[in-house]
């Protein structure tokens, strides 16, 4: 499975009430273990043919045979520069991948138009969120910002910066200190080949499972067994969620007694998840809406990730830094956008259909196939909660043990 359906599958992998539990694991793989379709030495020549080398090791030495991960579009590779000695990770991008990625959309456009014709619409915008991800160099080369983006950004800053670089001068000055985003290389990049540096870490989804495993081994299960329960646990009302400044504490706890049981071994200390997530969040409401003053925050052109999926997060070395990769999809929001986009927050909180339909889309009667109904439930969906759309609790990703476990 290839093109579009292996990024919708990846997007339903973020969720665990869509599919039933058999398939929903092996979508959950497809964050970052896609199946292999380039071999090593296919990669390397397309790398040498994108770059117009004649001889790739000119460039790069110590080239890593299997690649350190697969995404919907391409493989990451690990390398070394033979100039400066740096170790390099390398996106290659498989061969025929965008036609056959535009062979499935046409296809679902069709079939919107004929079926569900008020969808139309929103699949033509999902093509125009993934065109510009077939053009590595939309995430290194200087891009031209939207109008209203070169209108609103201070002139103080460059107009003109690739996605990667748009990311690090947004969110680096103020969390640089928590979280880390690769350095894009020119010399390594074109359309179909991007270059950046390594970021040495794991999975931030394998290190807590890690984290897990003593406390499912103490109690005779796998780590997968012991999640459902405590999942289920969430969902039936047996066990509370927890706020994230108390998660915070537990964790700080935990990983004093660690340090005082197991001297010197750091790799397993309990993360503090909950001030992880709330971390997340408040980034990509940075990129997205306005800080609590009301003021443009940093990304003063509304420069947002637009695939922020689990299998784009890495816990580094050092244990507390998170590495941020994967900007293929950034989009840029204009200020009223992202003014309308608060207070339709704020209606769905407060329940009121009709102020959502009026910030949603503008008036409705404009729009032929429009279902009021309809759309409160999939902005509820998308931008609230669950039960709004399907009936069903939302349930908690990671239980929260391991933010105060040994």
Request: one cysteine or more.
């Amino acid at each position: 499975m290839r093109g579009f359906y292996l990024k919708a599958a990846q997007l339903v992998s973020t969720r665990d009430d869509f599919l039933p539990e058999v398939y929903l694991e092996w979508c959950r793989k497809l964050q970052d273990e896609v199946p292999m379709t380039l071999s090593s030495d296919e990669a390397r020549k397309v790398i040498a043919k994108e770059l117009k080398l004649e001889d790739l090791d000119a460039l790069l030495t110590d080239w890593v045979e299997e690649p350190i991960g697969t995404a919907s579009i391409g493989q990451v590779y690990q390398a070394r520069l033979r100039s400066t000695g740096e170790d390099v990770a390398i996106k290659v991008q498989v061969p025929n991948a965008e036609k056959m990625f535009r062979a499935d959309i046409s296809c679902l456009k069709m079939f919107t138009y004929l079926a569900i014709p008020w969808a139309f619409e929103q699949m033509k915008e999902i093509e125009k969120l993934f065109e510009a991800e077939f053009d590595y160099l939309e995430e290194f080369r200087p891009s031209i910002l939207p109008d209203f983006a070169r209108k609103e950004r201070s002139n103080k800053r460059r107009i003109t910066e690739g996605n990667l670089e748009a990311m690090r001068t947004n969110l680096l000055p103020k969390w640089g200190h928590r979280i880390y985003i690769p350095r894009p290389m020119k010399e390594l990049s074109s359309r179909h080949v991007l270059g950046m540096e390594l970021l040495k870490g794991e999975k931030f989804i394998s290190a807590v499972r890690r984290r897990l495993k003593p406390l499912a081994e103490r109690e005779g299960k796998t780590v997968e067994e012991y999640e459902q329960e405590q999942i289920e646990a969430l969902r039936s009302g047996r066990r509370k969620a927890e706020a994230a400044w108390w998660l915070r504490w537990k964790a700080l706890l935990g990983r004093w007694m660690h340090r005082v049981r197991h001297f010197g071994r750091r790799d397993l200390e309990p993360l503090d998840v909950g001030g992880i997530f709330e971390m997340l969040m408040q980034i990509h409401g940075q990129q997205i809406l306005l800080d609590t003053k009301m003021q443009l925050v940093v990304s003063a052109d509304g420069c947002f990730n637009a695939d922020p999926h689990p299998g784009n997060i890495l816990l580094l070395e050092d244990g507390t830094t998170l590495g941020l990769i994967d900007f293929g999809q950034v989009m840029y929001l204009p200020q009223d956008f992202r003014v309308k986009l608060a207070r339709l927050i704020v209606a769905l909180a407060e329940r009121q259909p009709e102020q959502v339909a009026r910030y949603e889309s503008g008036p409705p009667w404009l729009r032929k196939y429009y279902k009021q109904d309809v759309q409160y439930r999939l902005c509820s969906f998308w931008l609230d909660r669950d039960d709004e759309a399907t009936g069903l609790r939302g349930r908690g990703p990671i239980p929260v043990e391991v933010a105060g476990g040994s």
